[in-house]
């Protein structure tokens, strides 16, 4: 059995944009402490590896030059005040690590590659968004279809829609586009499907879904569905972008998923596609010291006390 990877930078700790922001990156290494300790616990098979800045001739694949210029040299943003050089390059290594993680992927080392500070979706081609900079599943995704032939389908559940990630790739017919978030809340985008461009959005809490509520049950629901779209797309890649924030103690979300919910996604995807390469992205998620660190190690020890053989083929 390949064992799963970790990409993980010490760095991440200090993705800080101030000391009062929801999203602070104590998270990632807390959630790197857990899951290596639950994999030691476990007897699971982890390997860490360094994340690395991703280059300016990578990022202006998907990104305007105006704006690379703005993050990299002059090192000032939306998301921040004034130059801040140190969380450019934090914003750098965010992108690096999850090319790092498909690298590991696509040369077959692991089935399973996990980036907490992934699946930065809210990033557009030529401006930050949401607490995101750079688009690091967008431009996995282009790699991955344009350079090596594949097709990929991305999963999102966080409990914001994924727009940046949905705008950057729906002209590449080889990238399908699910997510399911919160109706009603930022960026207030994702209330419509696109099939002939194989975008898929469930908003819930929009008129018509009332049936579904806002919980683990219409997480499910859309687990289901995609799992449907992505067998028929014959995905060769899936990156789901699993962000905490739909759990019910989430303060930016009124979504109510629980630990189990998010186990249940775990267990049908892995099952249903048990030889795809998964890249799987932390998203967002604002508990920092409690829930939203604890989701992906907690995942991990229910999956593997209920299927051990599910297990190995482990996604979160």
Same mark, same amino acid.
């Given at each position: 059995?390949?064992?799963t990877?970790?990409?993980?930078?010490?760095?991440?700790?200090?993705?800080? %944009?101030?000391?009062?922001?929801?999203?602070?990156?104590?998270?990632f290494?807390?959630?790197? =402490? *857990? #899951? @290596?300790? /639950?994999?030691?616990?476990?007897?699971?098979?982890?390997?860490?590896?360094?994340?690395?800045a991703?280059?300016?001739?990578?990022?202006?694949?998907i990104?305007?030059?105006?704006?690379?210029?703005?993050?990299?040299?002059?090192?000032?943003?939306?998301?921040?005040?004034?130059?801040?050089?140190? %969380?450019?390059?934090?914003?750098?290594?965010?992108?690096?690590?999850?090319?790092?993680a498909? =690298? *590991? #992927? @696509?040369? /077959?080392?692991?089935?399973?590659?996990?980036?907490?500070?992934g699946?930065?979706?809210?990033?557009?081609?030529?401006?930050?968004?949401?607490?995101?900079?750079?688009?690091?599943?967008?431009?996995?995704?282009?790699?991955?279809?344009?350079?090596?032939?594949?097709?990929?389908?991305?999963?999102?559940?966080d409990?914001?829609?994924?727009?940046?990630?949905?705008?950057?790739?729906?002209?590449?017919?080889?990238? @399908?586009?699910?997510?399911?978030?919160?109706?009603?809340?930022?960026?207030?985008?994702?209330?419509?499907?696109h099939?002939?461009l194989?975008?898929?959005?469930?908003?819930?809490?929009?008129d018509?879904?009332?049936?579904?509520?806002?919980?683990d049950?219409?997480?499910?629901?859309?687990?289901?569905?995609f799992?449907?779209?992505?067998?028929?797309?014959?995905?060769?890649?899936?990156?789901?972008?699993?962000?905490?924030?739909g759990?019910?103690e989430?303060?930016?979300?009124?979504l109510?998923?629980?630990?189990?919910?998010?186990?249940?996604?775990?267990?049908?995807?892995?099952?249903?596609?048990?030889?795809?390469?998964?890249?799987?992205?932390?998203?967002?998620g604002?508990?920092?010291?409690?829930?939203?660190?604890e989701?992906?190690?907690?995942?991990?020890?229910?999956?593997?006390?209920?299927?051990?053989?599910?297990?190995?083929?482990?996604?979160?």
């Open positions: 059995m390949k064992p990877y970790l990409i993980h930078s010490d760095l991440y700790a200090n993705w800080i %944009l101030r000391p009062n922001h929801p999203t602070q990156g104590r998270r290494t807390k959630a790197h =402490d *857990l #899951l @290596l300790a /639950e994999s030691a616990r476990y007897g699971m098979q982890l390997k860490v590896v360094p994340s690395r991703v280059t300016r001739e990578e990022l202006s694949r990104h305007d030059e105006t704006y690379l210029e703005e993050v990299l040299v002059d090192n000032e943003c939306g998301e921040w005040v004034g130059p801040r050089p140190d %969380l450019a390059e934090i914003a750098s290594l965010f992108v690096g690590g999850t090319l790092t498909l =690298d *590991l #992927l @696509l040369t /077959e080392q692991t089935k399973t590659a996990i980036h907490f500070p699946a930065k979706h809210h990033a557009q081609y030529d401006h930050s968004s949401g607490f995101c900079v750079f688009a690091d599943f967008a431009l996995a995704a282009e790699i991955a279809t344009r350079d090596h032939g594949l097709k990929v389908a991305i999963f999102d559940i409990a914001h829609h994924g727009d940046g990630t949905e705008n950057l790739t729906a002209k590449n017919k080889d990238v @399908l586009t699910y997510s399911v978030h919160e109706w009603g809340i930022f960026p207030g985008t994702g209330n419509e499907d099939e002939d194989n975008i898929f959005n469930l908003p819930l809490g929009f018509g879904h009332e049936e579904l509520g806002k919980g049950t219409a997480l499910n629901f859309a687990t289901d569905h799992i449907t779209e992505t067998e028929k797309f014959k995905a060769d890649l899936i990156m789901i972008a699993c962000g905490a924030d759990h019910l989430d303060p930016l979300s009124s109510e998923y629980s630990v189990a919910g998010f186990v249940e996604v775990a267990l049908k995807l892995r099952s249903s596609f048990p030889q795809t390469p998964i890249l799987l992205g932390g998203a967002g604002y508990l920092p010291d409690t829930r939203t660190p989701v992906c190690p907690q995942s991990l020890t229910k999956v593997r006390n209920k299927y051990v053989d599910i297990y190995n083929y482990r996604i979160c």
